[in-house]
Each structure stands twice: as structure tokens, then as C-alpha cells.
């Protein structure tokens, strides 16, 4: 059975728990603390990076959340999470690299940047520019790849639903939000979503994982 090396409170690692839900794939679920679990011997062995998530699908490993979701995909075809026509399968993988290189990365600003600090303001600027390209390429499609759920949801929403955790809302984006309502009903979300308690606790991790790396430089 295919071994699911992940922690709750990773972002990452929600993206391809969300990814084996929808596909109704069976897996082991392990579970890293990230308070000294990955950077154990055997867990180095698999990802010499340390970070969350890996999978282990009989004697081949995986690592990144991107890749992971893309052999998962090629290996379960069905349920498919990614279209075949060319122009929606262009939108999905935009949509996945923005959330990952454009939204994401000014999320985590918000989290640890005070409001009046020059960060704070440009990526809060950045988010609104993310949020109104989405809500252009959404249109009047329920998902991103049109009428079903794909990749680029799963990525996209993951990361966005760290939003409601910070004080911006999605009034001022209908199609974005009414997108993410309607993630937020699909039953392998409600039981993936972070809870108040895990949110404090990833921040807590993340600031001492931040002030580790900035110490190795």
C-alpha cells in the first residue's frame, strides 16, 4: 500500500492529502511531528530536504507536493484531476504554479509581518492581484478546469483557505469566493481543514524552522 509521510499543519502535505481523498486512493497514513521526526536517518533517506510530504508507492519514492500530485495522477487516472484539452489544462497548470510562486509565499508574509510593516502592505498589494487574475480565469466555471475539480483547485484552494486566518476577506472577489464555499463542501476538505489550534501551531513551527534555516546561511 502506498505510504503517506505527511503532518496536518503542512500546506504541502494538505495538497496532496486533499489529491488522494479526491481520488479515493488507499494509502498508510505516517505521521511526521516536524519537531525532530524528519530529521531522523531513516526519514533523511527518503528526503534529504526534511520537509513534508513524501510518498512511497512500492519500492519508488517521491518528494515535492507538485511531483507527488502529478504521478498520482498519471498512476490513478481516474478520477481525473487534470483535463486533456490543451487551453484547459494550460489554465490548470497556471493556476497551480501562481498559488504556489505568487500566493502562497505572500501568505506566509501575512501571518508573520506586523500590518503596518512594508512587507505586510506589498504582499497584501500582491494577493489582490493574484485574486483578480483568478477571478478572470474562473469566470462563470464552477472549478478552474471548468465543470470538475482539478489540480488546480486542490492547490489553489489549500492555500487560499489560509486566507480566512487573516484579516482579508473575499468580499471584494464573488467568483473567488463562491469557488472556495464550494470547495469548502466537499467532504475530504471539511475533514482535512486545519482547526485554530493547528493553525497557531504550524505558525509556531514555521518560525522556529524559518530562524533554523536563517541560521544555516
Known amino acids: 500500500m502506498l505510504k503517506f509521510y505527511y503532518n496536518s499543519r503542512s500546506p504541502m502535505a494538505r495538497r496532496v492529502w486533499l489529491g488522494l481523498l479526491e481520488k479515493g486512493i488507499e494509502f498508510e497514513p505516517i505521521l511526521m511531528r516536524l519537531n525532530g521526526d524528519q530529521m531522523q536517518s531513516e526519514y533523511l533517506g527518503l528526503n534529504p530536504f526534511h520537509h513534508v510530504p513524501v510518498i512511497v508507492d512500492g519500492d519508488f519514492r517521491v518528494i515535492e507536493s507538485l511531483a507527488i500530485l502529478d504521478y498520482l495522477e498519471a498512476k490513478y487516472p481516474i478520477p481525473a484531476l487534470s483535463p486533456k484539452e490543451p487551453q484547459a489544462l494550460a489554465t490548470v497548470k497556471i493556476v497551480q504554479m501562481v498559488s504556489s510562486n505568487e500566493l502562497l509565499p505572500k501568505l506566509i508574509t501575512l501571518l508573520f509581518e506586523n500590518e ?5 502592505v506589498h504582499a497584501k498589494q500582491h494577493i489582490d492581484i ?12 464552477l472549478y478552474f478546469g471548468g465543470d470538475s475539480i482539478s489540480l488546480a483547485d486542490i492547490i489553489a484552494g489549500t492555500d487560499i483557505s489560509m486566507l480566512k486566518n487573516i484579516d482579508i476577506g473575499l468580499s471584494n ?7 472556495l ?36 546561511k
Open 116 to 120: 503596518d510593516s512594508p512587507k505586510y
Open 130 to 141: 493574484v485574486l483578480k487574475f483568478w477571478s478572470e480565469i474562473l469566470g462563470d466555471n
Open 173 to 179: 472577489y464573488p467568483r473567488v469566493n463562491n469557488w
Open 181 to 216: 464555499q464550494r470547495l469548502m463542501q466537499r467532504e475530504v476538505w471539511q475533514k482535512t481543514e486545519l482547526t485554530e489550534e493547528e493553525l497557531k501551531q504550524f505558525k509556531r513551527v514555521f518560525m522556529i524552522l524559518n530562524r533554523r534555516k536563517n541560521r544555516e
